[in-house]
């Protein structure tokens, strides 16, 4: 029944040769997406994920697929593959780091790919100065949204931990990131949406309302161990962090989180192995 359905929202960051920190291989991101074909799975778009947490509705079998900070190897490897099985993806941008420049080849061109630096080289280059090198462009961005397959959501426009950087001023500083974050949104892409993803997964109360007052309906954390359900709360949206590892695997994975017994004693055991209380 839809009132009982979870909705599972995996977390990437890259899909690049070799993997690395935060990253899997081309190789099993298809498997991975392979064993969702294979097993009737849905992937679902911003809207109809939000729908579900409003109003149920999701297919029994769906997932929401994100992708975090928007770096250029989502389009030169994550896009191809996610055109070759029709599975829709959702990217939360950090605006500040896109720039411009004509769209770069993309694997299957049969051309010279782009360099896919690893996780800590990529923070390296934008830390310099030199985000257009590991970061999607703008035109890249409109192609991917033009074709609907990936969808571009806010990730704040700098990525920056004000809550450590400047504890006084954060308040101001993220509303301030959100406002520029959505101007950005809106002046390319016409629109900015109400989604948004916390930078390295940091919130407090105060950014919450923050995020609301912006415009924001839906927030998305990278806690791993709760429900994405019909009536839940949107303002605390689970996501799980998918490895470099086999389909099956991460089938598993998504298995446990939407089973309705299982599920929920997974979580408590995660959230008491971890030390962390309901």
């Not at 690395?20 to 294979?38: S, V």
């Not at 411009?100 to 010279?112: K, L, N």
């Not at 690893?118 to 257009?132: K, N």
């Not at 950005?184 to 930078?199: D, Q």
Request: aromatic share 10%; with cysteine.
């Amino acid at each position: 029944m839809a009132s009982v359905v979870t909705v599972p929202v995996l977390m990437y960051h890259h899909i690049r040769p070799g993997a690395g920190m935060i990253a899997a291989t081309p190789e099993h991101f298809a498997d991975q997406l392979d064993w969702l074909a294979r097993h009737g799975y849905t992937t679902l778009g911003a809207d109809a994920f939000a729908r579900h947490l409003r109003e149920g509705g999701a297919p029994r079998r769906s997932v929401l697929i994100t992708f975090d900070d928007g770096y250029l190897d989502n389009w030169v490897y994550a896009a191809p593959v996610l055109r070759r099985y029709g599975m829709k993806a959702v990217v939360f941008v950090v605006t500040g780091w896109i720039g411009d420049g004509p769209p770069r080849p993309f694997m299957g061109q049969g051309r010279p790919l782009p360099e896919a630096p690893e996780h800590r080289e990529c923070e390296r280059r934008i830390a310099d100065g030199r985000a257009d090198e590991v970061m999607l462009r703008w035109s890249e961005i409109e192609a991917l949204r033009a074709e609907g397959l990936i969808e571009f959501h806010s990730h704040t426009h700098t990525h920056t931990r004000w809550d450590q950087t400047e504890p006084a001023g954060k308040n101001a500083r993220m509303a301030d990131e959100l406002a520029q974050s959505r101007a950005s949104l809106a002046r390319r892409l016409g629109e900015a949406s109400p989604h948004l993803c916390w930078p390295q997964g940091y919130f407090d109360a105060d950014y919450v309302d923050i995020a609301q007052r912006a415009g924001f309906r839906y927030l998305y954390t990278t806690q791993a161990f709760g429900r994405n359900l019909p009536g839940a709360d949107p303002l605390h949206i689970y996501r799980f962090a998918v490895r470099d590892t086999t389909g099956a695997s991460v089938g598993r994975r998504i298995q446990v989180a939407a089973h309705p017994l299982i599920g929920p004693v997974f979580n408590r055991w995660k959230r008491w192995k971890r030390g962390l209380r309901l």
